[in-house]
């Protein structure tokens, strides 16, 4: 079989999960400016499967690529989404993509990790439930402190001044 990533360890900063939708963009955004004041560095994940993968450049009808080609795409859509995102360009950053399922692939990028971050929910089609069943897993068993961030979430009661809390309207 050919190697992919199967396992992401971070030591230190802040892990915010990844997974192409508008509410982990959000949460891309809201954990950037964190990393920013808190001066940490910025690990984004994206845990993928070949059907939640974009299709690779090598795809063509009847040819199913190897799996480093999937893997390549995947990290390339995750490099635009950061770039989509506009953070501060002091903040440190850095992309994973892992071969696991979301919560599994998650929950050991945190291990190491000062916080994990995500976005309240994700593709999944469970769109009834306030979080997604991802950050549902998270909330409950993460090895570190989890913050999920609700779309509408502009990350402006982080920038507050003199260390107060400000909430965003």
Known sequence: MDD???????E?????????????????VWAGRLACRADLDLHVVRAWAMMTAPQ?????????????????????EL???VKAAGLDPSVRVTCHVVHKAAAQGLMTAAEGASLLVMGARGRGGFRGLLLGS???QLVHHAPCPVTVVRTGVT???????SGSVVHAE
């Open 79 to 81: 490099t635009a989404h």
């Open 56 to 76: 690779p450049s090598s795809w063509t009808p009847g040819y199913v690529p190897p799996l480093p080609d999937w893997e390549k795409a995947v990290l390339g």
């Open 4 to 10: 992919v990533t199967e396992v992401v360890r971070v």
């Open 134 to 136: 991802t950050s549902d």
């Open 12 to 28: 230190g900063g802040i892990v915010v999960g990844h997974d192409g939708s508008k509410s982990a963009q959000e949460a891309l």
């Open 155 to 161: 990350g402006r009661e982080i920038e507050a001044p």
